[in-house]
């Protein structure tokens, strides 16, 4: 894997959603070599967060007031995550609820009777990984899914290709959002 190089392969063995693919209807991840320069799973997550093209919060509009209209929550923007110094399990950090973290590793979920959709960040080395296994509860959720699948594989890949130059250009600090708008 070279530098800026997104390669999409099944979770890792390392992968903290490692116990979750089973059953799972929906699994992607992918992997990027970059300089971690002391970043954590967090700074990761939001840098993620940060690159989130304007378009695409867009889409999540529509996506809210479709939703809403079928009695689904509105999961609001995928760039809005707080900056909480301290961010504790149970705690929203933007469209997902935090289950763990730790300076290699952040999964985070949204969790409700359609679906359930984790979100781990994953630092192995200088390799981050971005990992989704989503479960569905029923033929909404499997639904749901069919649109939102080949968007996902799309949008992460792109994500984290820029989330990686950016990191290149500016070692050690965290991504300007504006960059990528």
């Not at 700074?43 to 304007?54: E, K, L, N, S, V």
């Not at 961010?87 to 969790?111: K, M, Y």
């Amino acid at each position: 894997m070279t530098a800026a190089q997104v390669v999409t392969a099944p979770p890792s063995a390392a992968s903290v959603l490692r116990a979750q693919l089973p059953g799972a209807s929906f699994v992607h991840a992918c992997q990027a070599r970059t300089r971690r320069n002391g970043r954590s799973a967090l700074q990761a997550y939001r840098d993620m967060a940060a690159t989130i093209p304007g378009w695409f919060d867009g889409l999540m509009a529509l996506r809210n007031r479709g939703m809403r209209l079928l009695g689904m929550k509105d999961l609001g923007s995928l760039r809005a995550v707080q900056d909480t110094a301290a961010p504790r399990p149970g705690q929203r950090l933007g469209i997902f609820t935090l289950q763990s973290l730790d300076e290699d590793a952040i999964v985070l979920e949204d969790n409700d009777r359609h679906l359930r959709v984790q979100l781990a960040l994953q630092w192995q080395g200088d390799v981050l990984e971005v990992a989704t296994v989503v479960h569905t509860h029923n033929a909404f959720g499997r639904a749901y899914m069919l649109p939102v699948a080949p968007v996902h594989r799309m949008i992460v890949p792109h994500l984290l290709k820029r989330q990686v130059q950016a990191y290149r250009r500016k070692p050690g600090g965290s991504v300007e959002s504006s960059l990528f708008d």
